[in-house]
């Protein structure tokens, strides 16, 4: 299990995203999630974190799981997050940008967030993120980092509400 979990809240064509203040994502434009506390679910810990850093209650709206996010770095530390999307309405007013003691809100063009050679957003948002609001199921989005560099990026299929994978498997090695 997992001790970490990522939420991304679309509203149209844009996403809310926390510009950190603190490592090890300082500086760079991401969802809104945190650790899981206790004896939380992964659900429970992302509603009550997303309530926290943005006064938002995600609870009244549906909340897709869309599997985890793991890496490995320079062949030796792995990590893991459980990641979620949610749908708010259209119209959905939360106004932005909003300081809070996390970092900056605010809402994100996807098409900026995707943008080539955006140095704004961690190396493997663009490669994770469209999978993440495009295709349906969930996934394990597995990043490869060398060097503090994005090596490979892989997605495998995971069965629903089980930690066993499909054989339905996609992956882009990076050049």
């Not at 603190?22 to 760079?28: A, D, E, V």
Request: overall charge negative.
């Amino acid at each position: 299990m997992y001790q970490q979990t990522l939420c991304f809240i679309r509203r149209n064509d844009e996403l809310l995203m926390l510009n950190r203040e603190y490592k090890p994502t300082q500086g760079l434009w991401n969802g809104v999630g945190g650790k899981i506390e206790g004896n939380e679910s992964p659900l429970e810990c992302v509603i009550r974190e997303v309530k926290e850093e943005t006064d938002i209650d995600i609870a009244r709206y549906p909340i897709t799981d869309k599997g985890v996010i793991t890496w490995k770095v320079d062949d030796s530390s792995t990590g893991g997050m459980y990641v979620y999307l949610v749908n708010v309405d259209e119209d959905f007013d939360y106004k932005t940008p909003r300081k809070i003691d996390e970092g900056i809100l605010d809402w994100k063009k996807i098409s900026w967030l995707l943008e080539d050679n955006n140095f704004g957003v961690g190396e493997m948002i663009p490669h994770y993120l469209p999978n993440i609001i495009n295709v349906e199921g969930r996934y394990n989005h597995f990043c490869v980092i060398k060097d503090a560099k994005l090596t490979d990026y892989k997605f495998e299929e995971l069965l629903p509400n089980k930690e066993k994978w499909t054989n339905k498997k996609y992956s882009s090695t990076m050049g």
